[in-house]
Structures are given as C-alpha cells and as structure tokens.
C-alpha cells in the first residue's frame, strides 16, 4: 500500500515567505527538537496521539500527538507537549493519518527503522550534495500493514527502546560529571 493512500502528507511551511508578525516571534520546529521527541519526550506527555485534531490542515505549527518527518535526516517522531506551537518548515512535513487502519507509534517505527523502507528510501533520495527526499517519493513508498494490534505492540516497544536509550545517554553523562568531579576533589 502506497503511503499516501493512509497518510496525508502537509509539508511545512517556508520560512523565508513568512509575513504574519505572530509567525515570527514563534519558535521553528528544528531537527534537534525531532531527536527530542523521538528520544521519548512523548513518552512523558499528557498528549494522546488519539485526541490530536486534524480538522485544520492547513496549520503550520506543531500539536503534542503529531506525527512529523524530517526530508533532510529521513527520521519520523511524535510531537510532544514540549514542543508544541512551534513552526514546522518546508524541511520537515506533518503526516496526518486519515484512516484508523495505521498506528502513529508504528508509523514511526517503520519510517525509520522498517528495512524495506530504509530501501527505498536511500534509492530514491534526490541531491547531489545534499541528498533527501521529496514529499512526491514519501508519497509513494510502500509500507505494509500489519493488524492494529501487532502494529501497536511494535510502535510503543520502539517508543520504549528509544527512551530507553536516552535514559542510558543520560546516565551515562551524569556518570561522567560524577566521576570527574569526585577525581577533580581528589587531586586538589
């Protein structure tokens, strides 16, 4: 199944064009927040994924719950409470799910992890220096569907490894900052 069959595909807007005053005293979605969210922010977040409203599409700025990709990094999270109300741009683009047949945590999984993705993704990818996909290629990659129930086990385990991780990053810097203070006290 092709993916725009499930998924609507709003690419951000373009910055630059940008002549509303509001707009620009607003914060830009970046690729440091994605990593933010992907890395289990959402995990922490009132959000419900199932309660985000769709109802206005032509919206540019980020809601806790969405899903959005990157066309640069090719990575996919789930916007959390943090970052809402933040700008997305033309490098990023929301993709709004319009049927219940696809799981938002799954969608994320098989963005960025799903082999067969990964596929054909990196044989469609566009540029000469930068290299990245177009929201037409996003469009047309095949994604397979699994029942909605092993779709949201494998979506919330991903979700879980990815916080995980994080937590082990974390943990590991505070060791660091630990051990180096206490070597620091025992050198003076």
Do not use: W
Not at 63 to 72: M, Q
Not at 95 to 114: F, G, K, M, V
Not at 133 to 158: F, H, V
């Amino acid at each position: 199944m092709k993916l725009e069959d499930i998924v609507t595909v709003k690419v951000g807007r373009n910055i630059s064009r940008v002549n509303d005053k509001h707009d620009l005293t607003l914060d830009t979605y970046t690729y440091e927040n994605l990593m933010d969210d992907l890395d289990g922010l959402f995990l922490n977040s009132n959000a419900s994924y199932y309660s985000v409203n769709y109802s206005d599409k032509d919206n540019h700025l980020s809601k806790p719950g969405e899903v959005v990709f990157s066309f640069v990094s090719s990575k996919a999270a789930i916007v959390s409470d943090v970052n809402k109300g933040k700008i997305i741009n033309q490098n990023f683009a929301k993709l709004i799910i319009e049927h219940r047949q696809l799981d938002h945590s799954y969608l994320c999984y098989a963005l960025n992890e799903s082999h067969s993705m990964k596929k054909q993704m990196a044989n469609s990818m566009q540029g000469s220096t930068v290299r990245k996909l177009t929201p037409a290629i996003l469009k047309s990659l095949d994604m397979g569907l699994p029942s909605m129930e092993k779709q949201q086990t494998i979506g919330n385990a991903y979700l879980n490894l990815k916080k995980r991780q994080d937590l082990a990053r974390k943990q590991a810097d505070f060791e660091e900052i630990l051990y180096l203070e206490v070597l620091k006290q025992l050198d003076q």
